[in-house]
């Protein structure tokens, strides 16, 4: 069954102006499938596949780097050097988009333009130094949202590497989330375990949480 896309959607998804579908219906460029009594525009999946497959193909590949907190800055200049470096060797064009931001966070700036641009199709290959770097967490859905868009996510070093502390900082997040959901002897539970992931993490470095346990917030 074919799938109707108001203007604004379809606009949004070929990366146009709503008023350039108006133009292109004007001058007989691409007339909608059909137009309500009320006077809409809808356009069909079988204009989409046209569209994306003769628009000018000006999409560009994104190297997206990310560290977890402003301690890893250095190793954030060392993620853009190499992905740069991939990149100029593939000799197309590029842009590089950083976040500092932990894995489980997808409400980063950085990540949220990344897929804004994504799904209009702006965007024809994201490349990332590892998996992670992305997302600790649903970098699937990520990457099928992008080949609805025939966006390609390409991982440069497939090494499962992550840093200890940053994916305990990860862990020791989600924890704390649900903990804030619950009562009496589960949340104690549940706040004992984050007080051992942190005591493991730091036996034997001088340096000091920043978590702290104690205070939730209810969603």
Known sequence: ????????????????????????????????????????????????????????????TIGYCRVSSHKQKDDLERQI?????????????????????SGINYKKKGLQDLLRRISQNQVEKVVVLYKDRLLRFGF???????????????????TEKSEQQELVEDLVQIITVFSCKLQGKRANKARKLIRELIQEETDGKSHKSNVDTKQCTEN
């Not at 050097?81 to 931001?101: H, M, Q």
């Open 81 to 101: 050097d190499n992905v740069k470096t991939y990149l100029l060797a593939k000799g197309r064009p590029f842009e590089i988009i950083s976040d500092i931001g």
């Open 140 to 158: 699937e859905l990520i990457e099928y949202i992008a080949s609805l868009y025939n966006c390609e996510i390409e991982i440069m070093d497939h």
């Open 1 to 60: 069954m074919s799938k109707y896309y108001s203007i604004h959607e379809f606009s949004r998804i070929i990366g146009v102006s709503a008023q350039t579908l108006r133009n292109w219906d004007a001058n007989g460029k691409l007339h909608p499938h059909h137009i309500t009594v009320s006077g809409y525009r809808y356009y069909s999946d079988e204009q989409l596949n046209q569209v994306i497959n003769v628009k000018p193909k000006n999409r560009i």
